[in-house]
């Protein structure tokens, strides 16, 4: 019994230091559309050091209340604005996290017009973002969703609409407007440049195939395939290797540049859409 009243007395103290500071900064709500549309069943304040709830729509908090510290929810947890730590076992929800995201399902980030996501986040299954983010993104699956500048590391894929950084996955990593970096992974990696012309230097290392829309200057290497679908400043290496133009080296069974700027071995060399002297081809 004393062991009961003593956990009950510390779930106390521990409420009366979260809640009755914050109560203290309450702000006077006149906008009657947030009153009534709001489903939480917390209460706003200027911010709050600690988060607790069971699921998004029960916690002590509502979801407009910046976090300065730790948000916990003993299932789910939602908050517009965190910076510091968050814990849920399901996932957490928010627009925007500055610090460390722990969720056993998925970390989600939705839009919103606040500066970009940083910090590390970890989800046994997903996170998904509508936002930048910066920093280091770690899920069981897969990693899903706005422009990376950091490392993103996913069990089986990663897919980020801008990238600059590290992507490695077991199955395939895809980038559009890919900046400078490096994807890795054991089936297929694939990028979009955003500009025709820019040179980023960007490395893509596949067993099966390396695919990349725009010029790059940089390394490729797979087992089987290397495309670039423009211009190449740098080296490829697999068994079919594939540019619009090269300025470098292609290594490989079959080599094939439209324009051809520098060397290829292999048995059947083609540029200028010709077949050239097999086991070694110069052109400058």
């Known amino acids: ?3 009961i009243s003593g956990f009950f007395a510390c779930l106390l103290v521990l409420f009366s230091m979260v809640a009755v500071p914050a ?9 009657d559309e947030r009153t009534t549309e709001s489903l939480s069943y917390g209460y706003p304040a200027r911010f709050s050091v600690m988060q607790l709830g069971v699921v998004s729509y029960y916690q002590l ?16 947890n939602w908050s517009n604005d965190t910076a510091g730590v968050s814990l849920a076992p399901l996932y957490n929800w928010g627009r925007r996290t500055r610090g460390l995201e722990i969720a056993g399902i998925t970390n989600v980030l939705e839009k919103g017009s606040e500066g970009p996501s940083s910090g590390v986040t970890l989800a ?22 706005g422009a990376l500048k ?25 980038a559009d407007a890919m900046g400078a970096g490096l994807q890795v992974s054991a089936l297929y990696n694939t990028g979009e440049e955003s ?12 067993v099966c195939a390396n ?34 133009s090269t300025r470098g080296i292609q290594f490989g069974i079959i080599n094939d540049a439209k324009e051809l700027h520098g ?22």
Request: hydrophobic content about 40%.
């Open 263 to 284: 060397v290829q071995i292999g048995l059947f060399n083609f540029s200028e859409r010709r077949l050239r002297l097999p086991l070694i081809n110069v052109r400058f």
């Open 195 to 206: 500009s025709p012309d820019s040179h980023s230097t960007r490395a893509q290392i596949a």
């Open 23 to 31: 109560a203290a900064t309450l702000r006077a709500e006149t906008n």
């Open 150 to 174: 950091g490392v993103e590391l996913g069990g089986l894929w990663n897919y980020a609409k801008g990238f600059s950084g590290i992507q490695g996955a077991l199955l395939m990593n895809k």
């Open 124 to 145: 046994g299954i997903v996170n998904t973002s509508e936002r930048p983010y910066h920093g280091l993104r770690l899920a069981g699956i897969c990693n899903i969703g």
């Open 61 to 76: 908090f509502d979801e407009q209340t910046p976090i300065k510290g730790l948000r916990l929810g003993f299932l789910s």
């Open 1 to 3: 019994m004393n062991r």
């Open 211 to 244: 695919h990349l829309d725009g010029s790059t200057a940089g390394v490729m290497v797979s087992g089987f395939y290397n495309e670039v679908n423009g211009k190449l400043r740098g080296v490829q290496v697999g068994g079919f290797n594939k540019a619009e």
